[in-house]
């Protein structure tokens, strides 16, 4: 069975196990990915933010703690909005339970909006990088993080199992829908080259600030074998836009 979108979330067993992978201190999204969001983000305090694909929300939490002034996420995935309830508990951040592609995006309403390991689920990135520039204040910031291509390009390297040592990369200029093996699920994901989301970017009225690749700091892994592993590919692709 496949799954598209956030609905591979509602598995009880497939959210249990991937909440375990992404909470060790060495995931991509802690070690590499987090760091990096952060950085580029700055301060936050006194600022209207919109989280797409906010997941369990703990991130929007994060940030109303440190002083922003509204926190607004949105989640496809009933079990994982159930969390995001949880973490936004005692806290003026709000959700919205549904999906991007569902979200009515106000005009000109926030000065950040952000995005982490969820755009790559939309097939149209063009009409929702649109709805973003719409959506932001003068000079707002959109920030998004992404799978990097070249790990979307071909999901072959992972027929063997979950840790892969060796990535083929093939069929990189072949865009669409690709579906990967990922934690006893089959889920839907779309890839796009670098320059496609570039262009589509600019496209909505975008200035691209910052794009990083997610190479690893040494400092935040304590295994030498992981952090040499991570050297060997990029896992992810951040973009910093301001409008």
Not at 192 to 220: D, H, S, W
Request: proline content about 3%.
């Amino acid at each position: 069975m496949e799954f598209k979108g956030s609905s591979v979330y509602n598995q009880t067993d497939f959210l249990s196990n991937y909440l375990k992978r992404r909470g060790r201190q060495e995931s991509p999204n802690n070690a590499i990915e987090k760091p990096i969001i952060y950085e580029l983000l700055g301060d936050v305090k006194g600022k209207y933010i919109l989280d797409l694909g906010c997941g369990d929300a703990a991130f929007g939490r994060e940030l109303m703690a440190v002083g922003a002034a509204s926190y607004e996420g949105v989640e496809g995935s009933e079990a994982m909005a159930l969390l995001a309830k949880k973490s936004l508990k005692e806290t003026s951040g709000t959700l919205f339970q549904g999906t991007m592609e569902e979200y009515s995006f106000p005009k000109k309403r926030f000065d950040v909006v952000t995005s982490r390991f969820a755009i790559h689920y939309i097939e149209d990135v063009e009409k929702l990088f649109a709805k973003v520039h719409a959506s932001l204040k003068e000079q707002g910031h959109f920030l998004f993080s992404v799978q990097h291509p070249l790990t979307t390009s071909s999901f072959a390297s992972k027929q063997a199992g979950e840790r892969r040592e060796n990535w083929l990369v093939d069929d990189y200029f072949i865009e669409g829908e690709r579906k990967e093996p990922w934690i006893d699920k089959i889920v839907v994901k779309h890839h796009r080259t670098i320059e496609t989301y570039f262009t589509a970017l600019t496209k909505a009225g975008f200035k691209v600030t910052a794009l990083r690749e997610g190479e690893p700091n040494r400092q935040l892994f304590n295994s030498e074998e992981e952090y040499q592993r991570r050297r060997r590919i990029p896992v992810m692709l951040v973009f910093s836009c301001e409008k």
